[in-house]
């Protein structure tokens, strides 16, 4: 029995009102409440209903969702929602125990064919029998709702489940991408029609499906999408003609979700060309696909180059006309985190070998483990991984929890981190590792190939820093534009300007500045380390509102400023998961939580040290657009202009 099978067990409690904090948590475990010490301070404080997460059983259908402001655009306003500090539980007990039976279902498939498993990457397809044998795991359809077949998981639940299948990058994103792409789309934007026409094949696992968006001269930007759909009116039918590339999943998939801009004459008679989204189906005539790229990662998922010329009914139009874009919004900013929970799980199987080889390497008569430098690079890549994994399940359960849930940003920010996670362990580890990772058949090779393609995987870096950089500005001048605009105008509101430069002043020099009071809510233990996220959250919102008041509300920042919002944006995210999750490790007595309270503090103080830099750097910049910068950006665009690196070689004389 799994998931699936789950009837209605229990009713959601409301938060309306509730007390919720610290001793909510203690309830089941009368010995470690407050009250029983009075050496230890209560931390319970009164949250209203927004701030207040649901608790208890949540019911399939979540009738009692909260409402509350997205947290991290929240932040960029200056308000903190307490009630992240207390990791709100979204699973109740009898859908645990499912989890966790279906989590065992998971293992043993991966001991039963490791060896087919093994094989993939370098044949470079998923066997079929696999998948088969996958299908009674009903990996399938986990946020497909009931009345078609589907488990309707919460998006934790879904997460869990996807975490661990990681354990083979390759079936965890073809899984991944079938669920949260096309699929969702469907879900969520789909008529009735397609609806009973698709779901229920998806979710038995007997349609497979593919997103094709990436073009050749159109990578990240939807406006430049140019495959073309012509609306033919006499027979109500699209022809749409174009070539998708990089499309995963390809020469599987029954279905394919393909975005083009539909030319038509709007009313004043002048042609539109709005992105639209069509569902195709794999033997639709002119639909051709080529043969799979050869990859050094995730090659099983078959990525190939999808050619269009076809006809097709009205009725494979995807949504109301036009809303291509709210379509992608939809499926791929409030999704991106998910990506995180495999690279969670290969980073932790990395770090389980690195340790292994470590205890068993011996360096000039000693255990490689028993050197301190050793230590220290195997304990930040495991708080890296710790942290990961707590803005995950905050951010899933974020999602969870919300009656209309915005996380778009958190997604986006953990994302981003998981990035940089996999980046900075896989360097860590395969350096303990030594000179054995330098073989081109040996094991270690797959790690570096899985950890070179994520840093391009589903966007760039770039795009993603960018995005997160505006969707935080770009909130800030929405909700508090007025009054940014009134502290721009001294001579009209002198009080303003006033009140903007003593806040300003109080930060910079450290003399009373505002706090959030974090340590209010977490456990005292980790009362001292909080002022530090305390400290930067604080200034997250200070540094949006000096870039608004020095550059105009018109947004246009620099990009360099914008990478800067968008990494300190990034570190205050995990500080504040590691914070929590610790916290309430350390209060229910988790197994190992002290290694949780180490692995937090560290994590939070390298993180914090980061956030300084980027708050000094950002306080010494000239017109807020860096000096360092500028002469980096002017050294860029002159080698640009020459097409190469120019530098003459140092030992070069001049010849008069």
């Keep these: 029995m799994n998931i699936r099978h789950l009837t209605r067990v229990g009713q959601m409690r409301g938060g309306g009102g509730l007390r919720f904090g610290i001793r909510k948590l203690l309830e089941p475990y009368p010995a470690l409440a407050f009250n029983n010490n009075k050496n230890i301070r209560c931390i319970t404080m009164d949250l209203d209903g927004r701030q207040t997460p649901p608790i208890g059983s949540p019911t399939d259908n979540k009738l ?30 009898d859908r645990y125990f499912m989890l966790q039976d279906q989590l ?22 998923v066997p079929d029998h696999l998948l088969k044998k996958i299908q009674v795991l009903e990996m399938s359809g986990l946020l497909v709702p009931k009345e078609y077949g589907g488990a309707e998981l919460l998006n934790t639940e879904a997460l869990r489940l996807l975490q661990e299948l990681g354990k083979s990058f390759t079936l965890a994103e073809l899984f991944r991408m079938n669920e949260l792409m096309c699929t969702k789309a469907i879900v969520l934007h789909g008529s009735q029609e397609q609806k009973d026409k698709y779901l229920e094949k998806i979710a038995t696992g007997d349609m497979w499906t593919a997103y094709c968006f990436t073009e050749k001269n159109a990578g990240s930007d939807p406006n430049a999408v140019e495959a073309k759909a012509t ?17 995963a999943n390809a020469l599987r998939a029954d279905l394919f979700l393909v975005f083009a801009k539909v030319w038509e004459k709007d009313y004043t008679g002048n042609y539109s060309d709005e ?20 990859l050094s990662s995730l090659n099983g998922l078959q990525v190939c180059d999808v050619t269009l010329d076809c006809t097709l009914p009205e009725t494979a139009l995807l949504g109301d006309p036009g809303t291509g874009l709210q379509v992608l919004k939809s499926i791929n900013h409030d999704n991106k985190y998910f990506l995180g929970g495999a690279v969670v799980t290969r980073l932790t199987h990395l770090l389980d070998k690195t340790v292994k080889h470590a205890l068993a390497r011996y360096q000039f008569g ?55 996670a996999s980046n900075k362990c896989t360097q860590l580890c395969l350096s303990i590792l030594g ?51 009134k502290t721009m105008e001294p001579g009209l509101n002198p009080f303003k300007r006033i009140k903007y430069g003593f806040k300003l002043q109080r930060e910079i020099k450290g003399r009373f500045p505002k706090r959030f009071k974090i340590d209010n809510h977490v456990h005292p233990r980790f009362a001292n380390i909080s002022y530090l996220v305390d ?18 509300l018109n947004a246009q920042v620099y990009e360099c400023n914008l990478e800067v919002m968008s990494d300190f944006t990034m570190e205050v995210y995990a500080m504040v998961c590691a914070l929590s999750r610790a916290s309430r490790s350390y209060i229910v007595g988790h197994a ?19 956030t300084d830099k980027l708050w000094r750097d950002f306080l010494s910049m000239s017109k807020y657009r860096g000096i360092t910068n500028a002469y980096l950006v002017g050294a860029g665009e002159y080698l640009l202009k020459q097409g190469k690196y120019c530098a003459v070689n140092p030992l070069i004389k001049n010849s008069f």
């Design 592 to 610: 190992h939580h002290n290694h949780d309270v180490e692995l937090a503090i560290g994590f939070i103080s390298k993180s914090h040290g980061r």
């Design 104 to 125: 065992k279902h998971i293992n043993t498939f991966f001991k039963e064919n490791k060896e087919t498993i093994d094989d993939m990457e370098e044949r470079g397809v």
């Design 275 to 294: 992105v639209n989204t069509f569902l195709i189906e794999r033997n639709t005539p002119g639909l051709s696909i080529s043969q799979p790229y050869n």
């Design 435 to 485: 000179a054995q990772t330098n073989l081109a058949d040996s094991e270690w090779a797959q790690f570096l190939h899985d950890n070179q393609v994520l840093q391009s995987w589903q966007g760039s870096s770039n795009i993603n820093k960018c995005f997160i950089g505006l969707s935080g500005i770009m909130h800030l001048v929405q909700e508090k534009g007025d009054d940014m605009r």
């Design 231 to 247: 609306r033919c009116k006499d027979t109500n039918t699209f022809h749409i003609k174009g070539e998708k590339t990089w499309v």
């Design 366 to 420: 000693a255990p490689l483990a028993s050197f301190e430098l050793i230590k220290q690079q195997i304990g930040m890549c495991a708080s890296e991984i710790y942290a990961l994994e707590a803005m995950l399940y905050i951010t899933s359960g974020l999602a969870d929890v919300g009656e209309k849930p915005d996380t778009e940003l958190e997604s986006a920010v953990v994302k981003e981190f998981a990035q940089r």
């Design 535 to 552: 400290e930067a959250a604080c200034r997250l919102n200070i540094m949006g509102e000096m870039m608004l008041v020095n550059t105009g």
């Design 64 to 93: 009692k969702s909260i409402n509350f402001k997205p947290f991290l655009k929240s932040l960029f306003l200056g308000e903190f929602n307490a009630s992240i500090l207390s990791y709100a539980e979204v699973i109740n007990y």
